[in-house]
């Protein structure tokens, strides 16, 4: 094994070698065929360059000389006094003139001479450039056109008097064969060449005459603008090769001149080196191939096959036989997978059992979990519970017993065992501290114990033992350190509860504690529920009797009051009178407080009734507004209506309506000393929207749900008013009894808007 286990490292070591020195080859002669190939563009670019200059220079001095000649005889013309013997005189001086008008001020043409027998036109509207203005200065060109397959182009200056002014212009239509000679005798390489464009994309000098006049973009699909955008070009040109070429403008004429030089030609320096490259690389690429083949015949494909083996391992599949048919480390390791998986595969088969096993305690476990959430009922669910525990562990007898702080005894709640049921008539109590009573000691010691044979145990500290129950368990029910009772199970088979099972039992009998602790609190908080109910009840019925019987005598007590200070009973004193109306508001006040007591007992005991009929709005608010403005007689509140016209009748309890809107606005002027109440009545869609502001002291946000609860005033109203904080939750109930909502906007310091909404 130490022998061979270089072998792998040198195969290794050397593959990594062999394919790094590959990789480097292959960089380094794509860099090297990159770099040549740059530098051979960029002589390409170099000659074009110098192509350019020199036909651009060309063409520049031909067209220089032209404008010239025209612009000295322009400046020597005058229109008044020529005649056509000076036209005569200006045609030698440039050869490539073929004809030369004069047009007046009036764009007609007033004289012409032409040296290829043209005759005379009558006008000279054909040119577009003789629409430009003739103050321009300089030499304007019009575009080229072709006459008998001739290029011509049309050249004029402005023609000036002694004194300066402009009299009209002179003319020339030159012919361009000679630029078109000058193109064709440029030669880039053996088959490159240049051409000419004009500002129209239209060829005006090219080495094939049938395709001149045409349009560069139909015939390579592109403008010579874009082939200016970059320094070198290709594309397919009108004769369908492949050219790298260069587009460059001419200096004082809107013309292009492109040279262009077939790809194969401009790149066939560099073939034979190229060439040798890719063979040498070729060759290196063979060479590793060679070496991989090999390397995978002997190692990779071994390799692969325990790589498969181990994937299938992964998933479940523990019986892989591997083949390595060579006598080294990769055949011993695949031996050692096969005896590995056979082992795994053995050990996977005595797994299962105890899986299925585990998986059924977890689903007993699942099922007390439901019970103990679902059932709160412990006369139901302990039957339930140790019936299951029964039947899923397949125990000969299973018991509950549960404890009794009062008497302490465990008492047996539920027993189930194949034949016979235990609990619900038996009254089998244990006290805890009976000494030589196994369930007792577990009840104390609050510790489990497990008997593995039943028979070598005294009978008298098993008095629960069937006559078959080789072996049992004994487990405490606790909830957190309080005893809650004690369970019991025995088995027809000895040795049956090892540490695994104590486990699942002892999670078992912790669940059961949960569910007789939670049955326990429900039954006491349904008991305490329905005392409170009944308190409730009792204490609603005293408040609507004492409202009811206090509410007579007040109200003979006001009435009196109000007689004796009217003077009918006689004559009394501004004093008597001043105290007798005191305690006539004092009685009102009174009054008040023992009729929302009696609402809120109404409302408490679901005895409140509405009387529905339509209700008229204005009068209701103006009820409301004229009990408010008495409360705010002291000049630094005012009193704000905004209350839109055309309110119509809704159906409620008038009194009840009337009722809310006292609320609120009573409550706005007892919270403001000082600013302004705002009482606002709207249509909002189908329900009607009042509102009450205030620039009150305001309500705290965390107040504001809580004071609709009764008997609830804010710490600051406390302070500034009396009264039994009963006003907003009746107001609240009246709103929601019309089918309404009531919801308040406050800002602590600033005031404070209740809404309401009533359907209409």
């Known amino acids: 094994m130490n022998r061979t286990t270089p072998t792998i490292s040198i195969t290794r070591h050397l593959t990594g070698r062999i394919t790094a020195l590959t990789l480097i080859a292959a960089v380094g002669v794509l860099g090297i065929i990159t770099l040549a190939v740059w530098v051979l563009l960029q002589q390409v670019q170099n000659r074009m360059n110098e192509v350019y200059i020199d036909a651009a220079h060309s063409f520049a001095l031909f067209i220089s000389d032209a404008q010239e000649s025209l612009l000295a005889h322009g400046n020597s013309l005058d229109v008044d006094s020529m005649t056509e013997a000076d036209l005569l005189v200006i045609l030698p001086y440039n050869m490539a003139v073929l004809d030369l008008y004069v047009v007046d001020l009036n764009r007609e043409?007033?004289?012409?001479?032409?040296?290829?027998?043209?005759?005379?036109?009558?006008?000279?509207?054909?040119?577009?450039?003789?629409?430009?203005?003739?103050?321009?200065?300089?030499?304007?060109?019009?575009?080229?056109?072709?006459?008998?397959?001739?290029?011509?182009?049309?050249?004029?200056?402005?023609?000036?008097?002694?004194?300066?002014?402009?009299?009209?212009?002179?003319?020339?239509?030159?012919?361009?064969?000679?630029?078109?000679?000058?193109?064709?005798?440029?030669?880039?390489?053996?088959?490159?060449?240049?051409?000419?464009?004009?500002?129209r994309g239209q060829l005006i000098a090219f080495r094939d005459r049938g395709l001149v006049g045409r349009q560069l973009a139909d015939l390579i699909g592109r403008e010579p603008e874009m082939i200016g955008q970059s320094q070198l070009d290709y594309y397919r040109n009108a004769n369908g090769v492949w050219v790298l070429a260069s587009a460059r403008p001419i200096e004082g004429v809107p013309w292009f001149v492109i040279v262009e030089q077939p790809i194969r030609e401009a790149l066939r320096p560099i073939y034979l080196p190229v060439t040798i490259l890719l063979f040498f690389l070729l060759v290196v690429v063979s060479l590793l191939v060679n070496t991989i083949r090999f390397t995978r015949h002997r190692i990779l494909h071994p390799l692969e096959q325990l790589s498969g083996a181990v994937a299938a391992l992964s998933q479940g599949r523990f019986r892989n036989d591997i083949v390595i048919q060579h006598e080294d480390e990769l055949g011993l390791l695949g031996n050692a997978f096969n005896s590995m998986g056979a082992q795994i595969q053995e050990l996977l088969s005595t797994l299962e059992a105890r899986v299925m096993s585990r998986t059924r305690d977890l689903e007993l476990s699942a099922q007390v979990a439901r019970q103990v959430a679902t059932e709160l009922d412990i006369n139901r669910l302990l039957p339930q519970l140790v019936e299951q525990a029964r039947d899923t562990f397949d125990l000969a007898y299973v018991s509950v017993f549960l404890y009794d702080s009062a008497s302490d005894h465990l008492q047996l709640a539920a027993g189930r065992s194949r034949t016979t049921d235990h609990g619900a008539t038996e009254q089998i109590e244990i006290p805890l501290n009976a000494s030589t009573n196994l369930?007792?000691?577990?009840?104390?010691?609050?510790?489990?114990?497990?008997?593995?044979?039943?028979?070598?145990?005294d009978v008298s500290s098993l008095p629960h033992r069937l006559s078959n129950t080789e072996s049992e368990i004994?487990?405490?029910?606790?909830?957190?350190?309080?005893?809650?009772?004690?369970?019991?199970?025995?088995?027809?088979?000895?040795?049956?509860?090892?540490?695994?099972?104590?486990?699942?039992?002892?999670?078992?009998?912790?669940?059961?504690?949960?569910?007789?602790?939670?049955?326990?609190?429900?039954?006491?908080?349904?008991?305490?529920?329905?005392?409170?109910?009944?308190?409730?009840?009792?204490?609603?019925?005293?408040?609507?009797?004492?409202?009811?019987?206090?509410?007579?005598?007040?109200?003979?007590?006001m009435n009196f009051t109000e007689m004796v200070s009217s003077g009918m009973m006689g004559a009394i004193t501004e004093q008597q009178k001043e105290l007798l109306d005191l305690s006539l508001d004092s009685s009102k006040h009174l009054l008040s407080l023992i009729n929302d007591i009696l609402d809120i007992a109404k409302i408490q005991a679901g005895e409140l009734k509405l009387f529905i009929e339509d209700v008229d709005l204005y009068t209701e608010l103006s009820v409301a507004l004229s009990v408010v403005k008495p409360m705010i007689q002291n000049g630094r509140v005012e009193l704000i209506e905004e209350v839109d016209e055309g309110l119509p009748l809704i159906r409620g309890d008038r009194r009840r309506i009337r009722q809310i809107l006292l609320n609120l606005a009573s409550n706005a002027a007892k919270f403001t000393e000082e600013g302004s109440i705002t009482v606002g009545a709207k249509i909002d869609q189908d329900h009607i929207l009042f509102s009450v502001t205030d620039t009150g002291i305001?309500?705290?946000?965390?107040?504001?749900?809580?004071?609709?609860?009764?008997f609830i005033q804010t710490v600051?109203?406390?302070?500034?008013?009396?009264?039994?904080g009963l006003g907003l939750p009746i107001t609240k109930t009246l709103v929601e009894r019309h089918g309404g909502k009531i919801w308040v906007e406050s800002v602590l310091g600033e005031g404070t808007t209740f809404f309401v909404m009533l359907p209409m």
């Open 439 to 457: 369930i007792a000691k577990v009840g104390r010691d609050k510790q489990h114990i497990v008997i593995e044979d039943t028979s070598e145990w």
């Open 474 to 557: 004994l487990l405490p029910m606790l909830v957190g350190d309080r005893l809650v009772g004690v369970l019991e199970m025995q088995s027809e088979e000895s040795g049956r509860f090892t540490a695994e099972y104590v486990e699942v039992f002892t999670t078992l009998a912790e669940q059961i504690a949960i569910a007789v602790n939670n049955a326990q609190l429900y039954a006491r908080q349904r008991q305490f529920a329905d005392e409170l109910q009944e308190a409730d009840k009792i204490k609603n019925q005293f408040l609507a009797n004492m409202s009811h019987e206090l509410r007579t005598p007040l109200n003979g007590i």
């Open 109 to 199: 043409i007033f004289m012409q001479q032409s040296t290829v027998g043209r005759p005379e036109l009558e006008s000279f509207a054909y040119t577009e450039w003789m629409s430009l203005p003739l103050e321009f200065r300089q030499v304007v060109m019009g575009p080229v056109t072709f006459e008998d397959d001739r290029p011509v182009i049309d050249m004029g200056v402005r023609i000036n008097d002694r004194v300066g002014r402009t009299t009209g212009m002179l003319v020339a239509r030159f012919d361009l064969t000679d630029l078109w000679s000058k193109t064709l005798e440029i030669n880039v390489g053996e088959m490159g060449y240049a051409y000419i464009v004009d500002d």
């Open 698 to 710: 305001g309500i705290p946000e965390e107040m504001h749900q809580i004071i609709f609860s009764p």
């Open 716 to 724: 600051d109203g406390v302070k500034l008013v009396n009264g039994t």
